[in-house]
């Protein structure tokens, strides 16, 4: 009977101990994502399940960027042919893209001023590793004022030579294109 007794308490005892499992939160994890700003004219449609499925669309009417700012609307694009840069500064060609000999265009749409200092330069098109570079040459450029802001596309060209030099070869054929040209670079022999 004792053991009956033990028994019959073993197979309730769990059931009389046992704690309700915690139920899981309702609070859905902040998803956090990394967008680069949208480029003027564009803004971020999300999907609503994941924030981070996002694409680039144009504005529509009445529409500004992410910051509630009205969209401007871009300069008139300029001619080339009436542009002049009085100061020029060279892309280099980048030595990680030299070595895995990586060549390309890279396209960069350039806003400047009235006294035709660079506002905004925006890469277009172009490799990852040849971009920065040329964003960042193209952002010192300086053209003759035209008394009202504008814009215009400079196309830099990355080509690599077979021949063995210290230093780069840059060809200016401005004011919208400028070609870079690579070059191996001399082994040093210990």
């Known amino acids: 009977m004792f053991l009956r007794a033990v028994f019959f ?34 803004h971020y449609e999300c999907a609503p399940a994941n ?8 504005n529509g009417p009445g529409q500004g960027d992410e910051d509630g700012a009205p969209a401007r609307p871009l ?12 100061k020029f500064t060279a892309p280099a ?14 396209i960069v749409q350039i806003i400047f001023d009235a006294q035709g200092a660079v506002q905004q330069a925006r890469a277009l098109r172009g490799h990852p590793l040849l971009v920065p570079g040329t964003l960042d040459a193209l952002r010192q450029w300086k053209f003759r004022p035209t008394g009202k802001a504008g814009r215009v596309e400079i196309t830099a060209i990355f080509k690599l ?25 001399p082994v040093a022999v210990n």
């Open 51 to 58: 924030s981070c499925d996002c694409k680039l669309v144009p």
């Open 9 to 42: 308490l073993a197979l309730l005892a769990p059931a009389a101990f046992a704690q309700e499992a915690p139920k899981p939160s309702k609070q859905v994890p902040e998803v956090v994502c990394d967008h680069a700003p949208p480029p003027p004219g564009k």
């Open 93 to 106: 060609y980048p030595a990680i893209a030299n070595q895995a000999r990586i060549k390309g265009t890279v």
């Open 161 to 185: 030579s077979k021949t063995v030099a210290t230093k780069d070869h840059v060809v200016p054929q401005l004011p919208c294109r400028v070609t870079i040209i690579g070059h191996p670079r």
């Open 75 to 86: 300069p008139e694009a300029v001619s080339c042919k009436r542009l002049k840069v009085e």
